[in-house]
Nanobody, 125 residues
Framework: QVQLVESGGGLVQPGGSLRISCAAS????????IGWFRQAPGKEREGVSS????????YYADAVKGRFAISRDNAKNMVYLQMNSLEPEDTAVYYC??????????????????WGQGTQVTVSS
């Protein structure tokens, strides 16, 4: 069983940057696609980004495209989400999760694998 632990969240000013991490323990992440999801108060959870296990293919939600970058280090069993040009609308609890994923059309909406407990990201002046 894979256990995921997110870290790196915090308070950042608009326009700032933050890198959040997802650490896995147990079986290796090598064979799992990994996704980042977020949920803001009063809103449904949404998929933010994902990275495949096979060839590193990435997905980004339209709202974060060009600002966020996902990466993985299989040797360290880690997945990262670099978030730049942060906006107040990015405020949410961020979760990492393993595949399989569920898409609504071309939008990542859910994961049916393992989930972490989440890390809070707050963008505010």
């Amino acid at each position: 069983q894979v256990q995921l632990v997110e870290s790196g969240g915090g308070l950042v000013q608009p326009g700032g940057s933050l890198r959040i991490s997802c650490a896995a323990s147990g079986p290796t992440l090598d064979y799992h696609d990994i996704g980042w999801f977020r949920q803001a108060p009063g809103k449904e959870r949404e998929g933010v980004s994902s990275i495949s296990s096979s060839d590193g293919t990435t997905y980004y939600a339209d709202a974060v495209k060009g600002r966020f970058a996902i990466s993985r280090d299989n040797a360290k069993n880690m997945v990262y989400l670099q978030m730049n040009s942060l906006e107040p609308e990015d405020t949410a609890v961020y979760y990492c999760a393993t595949d399989p994923f569920i898409y609504d059309g071309r939008h990542l909406v859910d994961a049916k694998g393992y989930w972490g407990q989440g890390t809070q990201v707050t963008v505010s002046s």
